[in-house]
C-alpha cells in the first residue's frame, strides 16, 4: 500500500508481493497489522464529521489522529511486508473522504464558500481517480517512477521531489484544518493569531495542490484516451 498522499510518508509505496498474496486467506489480509490502522483511521473520519459542527476541539482531534495514522499505516506495510491492494485502495478512499468530509465542513461554516468547496472536493476525487486508473496495469504504485514516464513535468516533480510534494500534501491539509479552526478560534486571541499564521503560510501550498490536481486530471484523461487508441491500433 501507500504510505499516504498527505506528503508524510514517502512518495512511493512498496510493491505488492502477489506470490506471498496467494498463499494469505482474506481474514489474514483484512487483519493485516496497517490494515487494523486503516479501520481506526475510518473511525477518525467518522469522529470528525460527528464532532465537527458542535465539538470543534475533539473534530480536531480526530483529524489529527488519522493524519498520524496515514504515516503509521504506511510504515506498517512496509515493516512487516503486509502491503496488498485491499490496504491501498482503502488507504485512497479513505484521503478522499477525510479531505471531502473536512471540506464540505468548512462550506456549512462559511456557506459563501460552497460552491469553490464543491469543486475543490470535485477536483480532487476526479483527479486522484483518474490518475490511479491511468496508472493502473503496470503492476506499480501510481506514485512511483514508472507511473510517472511520459507524464508532464509537473506531475513528475510532485510525485518525484519529496519536499515539493510534502510541503504540497501537507500544506492543502493544514490550510484545510486552519480554515476550519479559524470559524472557532476568535475567542482564543494568542491561538487565533497563531491559527491565522499557518492559514497564511499554507495557503501557497492549498493553492498549488489545486494547480496540480488539474495538471493530474488532464493528464490522466490524455493518457486513458492514449491506451483507448492503443487499443484499437492492436
Known amino acids: 500500500r501507500s504510505s499516504g498522499r498527505r506528503g508524510t510518508g514517502v512518495p512511493s509505496g512498496p510493491p505488492i508481493d502477489r506470490a506471498a498474496m496467494a498463499a494469505k486467506s482474506v481474514s489474514e489480509v483484512l487483519l493485516y497489522i496497517p490494515n487494523l490502522v486503516?479501520?481506526?483511521?475510518?473511525?477518525?473520519v467518522i469522529g470528525f464529521l460527528a464532532?465537527?459542527?458542535?465539538?470543534?476541539?475533539?473534530?480536531?482531534?480526530?483529524?489529527?489522529?488519522?493524519?498520524?495514522?496515514?504515516?503509521?499505516?504506511?510504515?506498517l506495510a512496509r515493516h512487516f511486508n503486509q502491503s496488498s491492494v485491499f490496504g491501498a485502495v482503502m488507504d485512497m478512499v479513505t484521503d478522499?473522504?477525510?479531505?471531502?468530509?473536512l471540506v464540505m465542513t468548512i462550506?456549512?461554516?462559511?456557506p459563501g464558500l460552497l460552491f469553490p468547496a464543491q469543486l475543490v472536493v470535485l477536483l480532487d476525487i476526479a483527479s486522484h481517480w483518474l490518475h490511479v486508473m491511468s496508472a493502473a496495469g503496470k503492476g506499480t504504485n501510481h506514485k512511483s517512477r514508472e507511473a510517472m514516464e511520459g507524464r508532464n513535468l509537473l506531475l513528475r516533480l510532485y510525485y518525484g521531489v519529496y519536499p515539493f510534494f510534502g510541503y504540497l500534501c501537507v500544506g492543502n491539509e493544514a490550510f484545510l484544518v486552519a480554515m476550519y479552526v479559524r470559524h472557532?478560534?476568535?475567542?482564543?486571541?494568542?491561538?487565533?493569531?497563531?491559527?491565522?499564521?499557518?492559514?497564511?503560510?499554507?495557503?501557497?501550498?492549498f493553492a498549488m495542490k489545486q494547480v496540480v490536481n488539474v495538471f493530474q486530471l488532464?493528464?490522466?484523461?490524455?493518457?486513458?484516451?492514449?491506451?483507448?487508441?492503443?487499443?484499437?491500433?492492436?
Open 96 to 101: 478522499r473522504v477525510a479531505t471531502a468530509g
Open 51 to 75: 464532532f465537527a459542527v458542535r465539538g470543534w476541539k475533539a473534530a480536531v482531534a480526530c483529524y489529527v489522529v488519522g493524519f498520524v495514522g496515514d504515516v503509521v499505516d504506511g510504515y
Open 218 to 234: 488532464c493528464d490522466a484523461a490524455k493518457t486513458l484516451a492514449g491506451k483507448d487508441v492503443a487499443g484499437k491500433a492492436d
Open 38 to 44: 486503516g479501520y481506526v483511521r475510518v473511525l477518525c
Open 184 to 205: 472557532f478560534s476568535a475567542a482564543y486571541p494568542l491561538f487565533h493569531a497563531a491559527n491565522s499564521a499557518v492559514l497564511w503560510l499554507c495557503l501557497p501550498g
Open 107 to 110: 462550506a456549512h461554516l462559511y
